[in-house]
C-alpha cells in the first residue's frame, strides 16, 4: 500500500508529465526561442498530430503574415520604433499560426475558449464559484494547485530577458526558463512595463493591459489562460477560477489561514508562516532598478509576498468598495470615452478599473475606486502593478472584476463596434494584438459574453428562469403520462369543429341564397394596419 508520500510524489509526477505532454499559452515559445525563428522571424512550430507547421495537413491551420491593424493611435505614446512591444508581435516574429474553425494555439494545437474534443467540435460552459461556496475539499485542491503551479516549469514557454536589440536583432537570443505562475506574473509584468529610451530615460505614460480600453479584454483572456494551464497541470479539467466577492465586505475575508494566507505573528507585512503562501518568492517587483539598468525582470527571486490589508493611505482608499457603487458604475452606458485613459469621464471602464469616482463616474486619478481600490488595500506586492499578480489574491479579485464586467456585457448588449476602432492609447484599439500573448489575440476577440468563451459566473446564472423551469417541471411529467389520451381528444375535438363548422356554412348558404358578389377570404390591405402581430423583439 502507498504511503502518503508516495501518493503525494506520484500525484506531482503525473503532474509534471502533463506539462510535458500538453501545449499551453502564454510568452514566447519554446520552440521559436531560437536564433532560426527570431532571424526568419516565423514562429510556425507542426503539429504534433501529424508533424506539419500548424497541423496544416489536418486542415487545422496554416503558416501566415500578420495582419497588424493601421488604426490611428491616441497621444499618449509620442514614439515610434522604440519599443519591442509596438504593432505585437511583429519585431520578433511577422509569420505566426492562423487556426482555422476551433482551433487554436501556437501550433492550432488547442481548442478555442469554450469548446474540447478531438476535433474541437463540442461545445462546453464551465461555472466560476464564490471562493466561500467551495467546500472544504475543493478549495483545499484550489489552493495545493497554486502551489503545484509555482513549483512546476513551464515546458512549452520561456521569457525574455532581453530587449530585440539586445538580442542583438535576434542572433543572440536572450530567453529563461520559468515556472507556470511566474509565466504569468511576467506576462502581467511585461505587459505593463515602462518603455526603455536609452541611458537613464523611460517612459512611463504607457500601458498595454491598463489605463486603456483594453484592460478588460486583457484580463479576461489572462485568466482564460491561468485556467487553462491549472486544468493542464493538474489533469483536472473542470477546474475553473474562485472569485472573491469583496462588496461591502470590512475587511479582507480571504486574508488567513484557512484560504490565502493570515497576517504574520511578529511582522503585519508578511503572511503567517502557517500559510503555504508564505514560502513563496516574488518577481518583477523592482521596476526603477530595471528602469536604472535599461533591463528586463529577468524573474529572479526578490523576497516573500508583501500583503498589510487595511493599513493603506485612507484618504486615496477609505474602504473596500460598495454594493451601491458597483450598481452605479453597471448603470454607465459608455464603455470608452473622452481620451480612453484614466482621465476618461463617464465611461464604465474607467470607472471600473478604478480611476474614476464610483458615484460620480468623474475621473480621480487621485482616488483609487473599485478595481484599484483592492490592489490599494491590499497594501503590500498587489498594490504595485507591475508585480501585483504575485500575490494569488491577484487571480481571485480579477475573476469578480470580470463578472461585473460579464453584468455589464448582458445588461447593455453592446455591439462590437462600441469597442474603440481607433485613437485609443497605444495597443488598445480593437484590432490590436494584446501584448505578449502567444498565440495571437485581438481585443475586440473578447468583448462578448463569457458564455461564448466557455465560462459563467456562478452568480449570474439565471435563476427566475431555473424557477419557472422546475414550477413546469411536475405539470410536463403529468402531461406525458397523458400524452395518449390528449391526442385523442383533439382529433376527436378537430373532427367535430369541422363538422359543425360544415353544417353551419351549410345553414348561411341555404339563408343568404345566391348573391351577386362572393366576399373575399382575405382582408383588404386597407385594413393590415389595424392587426397586430405577435413578435418576439
Given at each position: 500500500m502507498?504511503?502518503?508520500?508516495?501518493v503525494?510524489?506520484?500525484?506531482?509526477a503525473?503532474?509534471?508529465?502533463?506539462?510535458?505532454?500538453?501545449?499551453?499559452?502564454?510568452q514566447?515559445?519554446?520552440?521559436?526561442?531560437n536564433v532560426?525563428?527570431?532571424?526568419s522571424?516565423?514562429?510556425?512550430?507542426?503539429?504534433d498530430?501529424?508533424?506539419?507547421p500548424?497541423?496544416?495537413?489536418?486542415?487545422?491551420?496554416?503558416?501566415?503574415?500578420i495582419?497588424?491593424?493601421q488604426?490611428?493611435?491616441g497621444?499618449?505614446f509620442?514614439?515610434?520604433?522604440?519599443?519591442d512591444?509596438?504593432?505585437?508581435?511583429?519585431?520578433?516574429?511577422?509569420?505566426?499560426c492562423r487556426?482555422?474553425?476551433?482551433?487554436?494555439?501556437?501550433?492550432?494545437?488547442?481548442?478555442?475558449?469554450?469548446?474540447?474534443?478531438l476535433?474541437c467540435?463540442?461545445?462546453?460552459?464551465?461555472i466560476?464559484?464564490?471562493?466561500?461556496?467551495?467546500?472544504?475539499s475543493?478549495?483545499?485542491?484550489?489552493l495545493?494547485?497554486l502551489n503545484?503551479?509555482?513549483?512546476?516549469?513551464?515546458?512549452?514557454?520561456?521569457i525574455?530577458i532581453g530587449?530585440?536589440?539586445q538580442?542583438?536583432?535576434?542572433?543572440n537570443p536572450?530567453?529563461?526558463?520559468?515556472?507556470?505562475?511566474?509565466l504569468f506574473v511576467w506576462?502581467h509584468?511585461y505587459a505593463?512595463?515602462?518603455?526603455?529610451?536609452?541611458?537613464?530615460?523611460?517612459?512611463?505614460d504607457?500601458?498595454?493591459?491598463?489605463?486603456?480600453p483594453?484592460?478588460?479584454?486583457?484580463h479576461?483572456?489572462?485568466?482564460l489562460m491561468?485556467?487553462?494551464?491549472?486544468?493542464r497541470?493538474t489533469g483536472?479539467?473542470n477546474?475553473t477560477?474562485?472569485y472573491?466577492?469583496?462588496?461591502d465586505?470590512?475587511?479582507?475575508?480571504v486574508?488567513?489561514?484557512e484560504y490565502m494566507g493570515g497576517?504574520?505573528p511578529t511582522?503585519p507585512?508578511?503572511?503567517?508562516p502557517a500559510?503555504?503562501?508564505?514560502?513563496w518568492?516574488?518577481?518583477?517587483?523592482?521596476?526603477?532598478e530595471?528602469?536604472?539598468?535599461?533591463?528586463?525582470?529577468?524573474?529572479?527571486?526578490?523576497?516573500?509576498i508583501?500583503?498589510?490589508?487595511?493599513?493603506?493611505?485612507?484618504s486615496?482608499t477609505p474602504?473596500?468598495p460598495s454594493?451601491a457603487e458597483?450598481?452605479?458604475c453597471?448603470?454607465?452606458?459608455?464603455?470608452?470615452?473622452?481620451?480612453?485613459?484614466?482621465?476618461?469621464?463617464?465611461?464604465?471602464?474607467?470607472?471600473?478599473?478604478?480611476f474614476?469616482d464610483?458615484?460620480?463616474?468623474?475621473?480621480?486619478?487621485?482616488?483609487?475606486?473599485?478595481?484599484?481600490?483592492l490592489?490599494?488595500?491590499?497594501?503590500?506586492?498587489?498594490?504595485?502593478?507591475?508585480?501585483s499578480?504575485?500575490?494569488?489574491?491577484f487571480?481571485?479579485h480579477?475573476?469578480f472584476?470580470d463578472?461585473?464586467?460579464?453584468r455589464?456585457l448582458?445588461?447593455?448588449?453592446?455591439?462590437?463596434?462600441?469597442?474603440?476602432?481607433?485613437?485609443?492609447?497605444?495597443?488598445?484599439?480593437r484590432?490590436n494584438y494584446?501584448?505578449?500573448?502567444?498565440?495571437?489575440?485581438r481585443?475586440?476577440e473578447f468583448?462578448?459574453p463569457s458564455r461564448?468563451?466557455g465560462?459563467?459566473?456562478?452568480y449570474?446564472?439565471?435563476?427566475a428562469?431555473?424557477?419557472f423551469q422546475?414550477?413546469l417541471t411536475?405539470?410536463?411529467q403529468?402531461?406525458?403520462?397523458?400524452?395518449a389520451?390528449?391526442?385523442?381528444?383533439?382529433?376527436?375535438?378537430?373532427?367535430?369543429?369541422?363538422?359543425?363548422?360544415?353544417?353551419i356554412?351549410?345553414?348561411?348558404?341555404k339563408?343568404?341564397?345566391?348573391?351577386?358578389?362572393?366576399?373575399?377570404?382575405?382582408i383588404?390591405?386597407?385594413?393590415y394596419?389595424?392587426?397586430?402581430?405577435?413578435?418576439?423583439?
Open positions: 502507498l504511503s502518503c508520500c508516495s503525494s510524489m506520484l500525484l506531482f503525473l503532474a509534471f508529465l502533463l506539462v510535458i505532454l500538453q501545449p499551453s499559452t502564454g514566447f515559445p519554446r520552440v521559436c526561442a532560426q525563428s527570431l532571424l522571424k516565423e514562429c510556425c512550430p507542426p503539429w498530430g501529424d508533424g506539419s500548424c497541423g496544416e495537413l489536418s486542415g487545422r491551420g496554416s503558416c501566415q503574415n495582419l497588424l491593424s488604426a490611428p493611435l497621444p499618449q509620442p514614439f515610434s520604433g522604440v519599443d512591444r509596438e504593432d505585437w508581435p511583429s519585431v520578433f516574429y511577422n509569420r505566426t487556426c482555422e474553425g476551433n482551433f487554436m494555439g501556437f501550433s492550432c494545437g488547442e481548442c478555442k475558449f469554450g469548446f474540447s474534443g476535433n467540435t463540442e461545445r462546453q460552459v464551465k466560476r464559484r464564490n471562493i466561500f461556496q467551495l467546500t472544504a475543493e478549495k483545499n485542491k484550489f495545493a494547485y503545484l503551479a509555482k513549483n512546476i516549469p513551464s515546458q512549452d514557454y520561456v525574455a530587449t530585440y536589440a538580442m542583438n536583432n535576434g542572433s536572450m530567453f529563461r526558463d520559468i515556472n507556470v505562475y511566474d506576462m509584468y505593463s512595463r515602462d518603455t526603455l529610451l536609452g541611458g537613464s530615460n523611460v517612459w512611463r504607457i500601458d498595454f493591459a491598463h489605463e486603456a483594453g484592460f478588460l479584454p486583457w479576461r483572456v489572462f485568466l491561468w485556467e487553462r494551464q491549472i486544468q497541470i483536472d479539467e477546474f477560477i474562485p472573491w466577492d469583496w462588496r465586505a470590512e475587511d479582507c475575508e486574508c488567513n489561514d497576517r504574520h511582522d507585512n508578511l503572511l503567517s500559510s503555504i503562501f508564505s514560502s518568492q516574488v518577481i518583477c517587483t523592482q521596476s526603477e530595471y528602469n536604472s539598468q535599461q533591463a528586463l525582470c529577468s524573474a529572479t527571486s526578490e523576497g516573500p508583501r500583503r498589510n490589508p487595511g493599513n493603506n493611505d485612507k486615496r474602504r473596500l454594493s458597483v450598481e452605479f453597471l448603470s454607465l452606458t459608455q464603455y470608452e470615452s473622452g481620451p480612453m485613459d484614466k482621465m476618461a469621464n463617464y465611461s464604465f471602464r474607467n470607472t471600473l478599473e478604478g474614476a464610483p458615484q460620480t463616474a468623474i475621473s480621480n486619478p487621485a482616488q483609487s475606486g473599485l478595481h484599484n481600490a490592489h490599494i488595500y491590499m497594501n503590500g506586492s498587489m498594490s504595485q502593478v507591475q508585480g499578480a504575485n500575490d494569488p489574491i487571480v481571485l480579477h475573476a472584476v463578472s461585473i464586467f460579464e455589464w448582458r445588461r447593455h448588449r453592446p455591439m462590437l463596434e462600441l469597442y474603440p476602432a481607433a485613437n485609443a492609447p497605444i495597443g488598445h484599439n484590432e494584446m501584448v505578449p500573448f502567444i498565440p495571437l489575440y481585443n475586440g468583448f462578448k461564448e468563451l465560462y459563467d459566473y456562478e449570474l446564472q439565471e435563476p428562469l431555473q424557477s422546475d414550477f411536475p405539470y410536463l403529468q402531461a406525458r403520462q397523458i400524452w389520451w390528449l391526442v385523442g381528444a383533439a382529433v376527436f375535438g378537430g373532427i367535430v369543429t369541422a363538422v359543425l363548422t360544415g353544417l356554412r351549410a345553414c348561411r348558404k339563408k343568404e341564397g345566391t348573391s351577386s358578389e362572393i366576399q373575399p377570404l382575405l383588404e390591405s386597407e385594413d394596419n389595424n392587426i397586430t402581430y405577435q413578435s418576439n423583439f
